[in-house]
């Protein structure tokens, strides 16, 4: 099994819509979960930052974390075409001096 | 708003070749990192460092890889002798307070083609 999954779509949304990404991983050492953005051939940018269980909320962004099922998620309210990119999720443990390990990622296009 | 840059952009060198790959870590922070990215796969973690030493290493960061910060502000990532397969995107990141430290942000990458 994978210490993280992500589907990597790609996931086509209209403009305005209610966009879900999701996560699901193995490990239960892991305690800070990350969404970046990444557009082609640029460095992954960070979204949010979310440690331990529960909601986080940032403008038109919400991150939740459940660690009983070992499954996170990110929500895009009002979704834009600028929100089109490759969202990456990304975890750690902290004995593990640092190290993200990263899904796959899900390209999202968000049409006008 | 601080951040991370990497140079060169796009570095082109011949199979066993030694590159070496800079970074300036936002200026405050504490920890830094070398991740790397083939074409069409998953960012994968290369190294850790903090306090002048390696933190941690992938199975990936083998002899052939060095980190060095050799100044107050810069960061690198030498590859002796380099292999097609080191062909990638090589992203440095850092991280700052003691109280988030593992809230990365990534330079924009160095495109590495080993020919």
């Known amino acids: 099994q994978k210490e993280v999954e992500q589907d990597p779509g790609p996931l086509s949304v209209p403009e305005g819509a209610i966009v879900s990404l999701n996560c699901t991983y193995s490990?239960?050492?892991?305690?800070?979960f990350m969404w970046y953005r990444q557009y082609s051939r640029k460095g992954p940018e960070l979204l949010m930052y979310?440690?331990?269980?529960g909601n986080k909320e940032d403008g038109r962004f919400t991150a939740q974390v459940d660690k009983s099922s070992k499954y996170i998620s990110l929500f895009i309210r009002d979704s834009q075409p600028s929100d089109s990119a490759t969202y990456l999720c990304?975890?750690?443990?902290?004995?593990?001096?640092?190290?993200?390990?990263f899904g796959q990622g899900t390209e999202l296009s968000v049409k006008p | 708003e601080p951040e991370v840059t990497q140079t060169p952009s796009h570095q082109v060198t011949q199979m066993g070749q030694e590159v070496i790959l800079r970074c300036v870590p936002i200026?405050?922070?504490?920890?830094f990192y070398w991740y790397r990215q083939i074409l069409g796969q998953k960012v994968e973690f290369l190294v850790s460092?903090?306090?002048?030493?390696?933190?941690?290493k992938s199975e990936i960061f083998d002899d052939q890889f060095s980190v060095e910060r050799p100044d107050g502000s810069n960061f690198t990532l030498k590859i002796r002798s380099t292999k097609l397969e080191d062909s990638a995107m090589y992203f440095c990141?850092?991280?700052?307070?003691?109280?988030?430290?593992?809230?990365?942000?990534f330079g924009p990458g160095t495109r590495l083609t080993v020919t």
């Open positions: 990141a850092s991280s700052g307070s003691l109280k988030v430290p593992y809230e990365q942000y």
């Open positions: 490990n239960s050492a892991f305690q800070y």
């Open positions: 979310t440690y331990s269980s």
């Open positions: 990304a975890m750690s443990d902290r004995n593990q001096g640092g190290k993200l390990i």
């Open positions: 200026s405050n922070h504490l920890y």
């Open positions: 460092f903090y306090n002048n030493e390696i933190s941690e």
